[in-house]
């Protein structure tokens, strides 16, 4: 099995020049960085002691961060090593300005890219984030004899399905990790039956608070003229549900005249097509990077850059979650819930279930089915004039306790490799 999969991945390595011409064009690749893909490194290696961390994309990389922000500060780590697979990622990580920390892009998973990346890095930890598995870069991690950490797993009722059905080659992977750590019950119960070699349950790294959080504010001009209107903010969305939202604005603002939507697409390179999505509704929209300012007359905030979710998480009072009214499983609403706001999502969320469930309990979170129900739910929701919900700090302390966990559990691995 291992053999068709690496076949596979040398055949894509054969057609990727077209890939990433393509991906370059749409603005998705770097120019020239695109090359550490294939193991033609753009930075330079210093001997020392390095840790090792892996993430998809923006979500995996942002939740790590309260972890980046403690290492750093460690005088024993003499880099942070932190890889991704997305342009968007790697823009989001340079705006912290850390300086122990520096990123690379994931290589391709073929053996002769793990061996190289490994002998150049030479990490002391591996600690991969989410639902990352890489069966070539695990294969040749253990033959290095480094320990490797899932960290924050998340295996969905359809990616085990998938794992099922070829079950010795997938306890093969999975046995290659030392400790694996469920952000949920449901994939701890899928561990289980994966087979890594220690699975604990911590919870999920993403109720941990950075400290660069605290710091974290909207340009004072901005934030004064956002603070005069009645705000809700729409974030992560995808393809169609900036239009939900349009439509909603449309009708809401009947009964709160100064109301101010503000929308934050889960990919920057669709705002040209969301703009005009927008303006044939006859909304009046503003962009984020425009030099333009809010006037009376705006409907919409268009968010178009990376990192600065948090700023207007900071400043609404309610978030509607994309990716819930397509069938695409949902974002996380951990980080909105935070910040005390009350979070609307629509009735595909199935990547994120447990979280919703208990965050409905505690009356944070609820569902919608369709643009006519949020139409109403946004307007009660609107017309409350104390909306943060109380249960923040509640959660703010669960991720303290998260985090601090976590960091014992990876310290206690660290001791016996530095």
Known sequence: MFFFYQLINYILIFISPVIILVRILRKKEHIFRFLEKFTVFTKKNTNGNIIWFHGASVGEIMSIIPLIEKYEKRRDISKILVTSQTLSSSLILKKFNFKKTIHQFYPLDINLFSKRFLNYWNPKIAIFIDSEIWPAMFFQIKRKSIPLILLNARITNKSFKNWSKFIFFAKKIFQKIDMAYPQNYETYKYLKKLGPKKIKFIGNIKFAESESEKKINLDSRLLKKIQKRKVWCASSTHETEEIICGKTHIKVRKKIKNLLTIIIPRHIQRVPKIL????????????????????KSTDIYLVNTYGETKKFYKISETVLLGGSF????????????????????????KNFREVYSYLSKLRISSQVNDYQKLQKKLGILLKRKKLKNTSSKKLKIIGHKILYEYLNNINKILKYEL
């Open 276 to 295: 005009e999505d927008l303006k044939n509704l006859g909304l009046n929209v503003c962009c984020h990077d425009s030099k333009k300012n809010i006037s």
């Open 326 to 349: 397509i069938n695409r499983g949902g974002q996380n609403p951990i980080e909105p819930a935070r910040y005390g706001n009350k979070i609307i999502h629509g009735p595909y969320i």
